[in-house]
């Protein structure tokens, strides 16, 4: 279960991989999945995302399955968008500045194995910030529909 649950969160961690075009309409990113900001909370609010996305970002470039994604990458830059989309999807009053996922990862040739395995990472870097599982199904089920448009291979 929690290998379905993790192809979902690749979707969400990948999204705004190389993001770089302002003003893209938040439904574009990922369905805002919270009547109220409890989720955005048991995230640990913006501090706990950026924390989250720290983490994420080193077991990204850790993997072999994932690094040569993001090594050459403009990394703060990605954390940045990883962020405000983890943040927009969990109703925390933010807003997704970035592009859409369909055109930041066009020319990247992302596999179903890579984004599978962006996923297993993104559920690592929740589990390291004890995230409840409640909340990492819940923000990888909002995320997991973006793989049509991140996987191109």
């Known amino acids: 279960m929690k290998i379905a649950l993790i192809a979902l969160a690749l979707a969400a961690v990948s999204a705004p991989a190389l993001a770089a075009d302002p003003a893209k309409d938040s439904a574009a990113i990922a369905p805002v999945i919270a009547a109220d900001d409890s989720l955005y909370q048991a995230f640990g609010g913006h501090d706990g995302l950026v924390r989250l996305v720290d983490d994420f970002m080193v077991i990204l470039l850790d993997d072999p399955r994932t690094h040569d994604f993001f090594v050459a990458a403009k990394q703060d830059h990605i954390k940045l968008m990883l962020v405000e989309q983890f943040c927009v999807v969990l ?3 933010c807003t997704y500045t970035g592009k859409g996922m369909k055109e930041s990862h066009a020319q990247l040739g992302i596999d179903r194995a890579a984004f599978n395995a962006l996923v297993e990472d993104l559920q690592k870097a929740m589990d390291k910030n004890d995230v409840p599982f409640h909340a ?9 529909p973006q793989h049509r448009d991140i996987v191109t291979n």
């Open 136 to 144: 990492q199904n819940k923000l990888l089920a909002a995320l997991a």
């Open 91 to 93: 109703n925390g009053g």
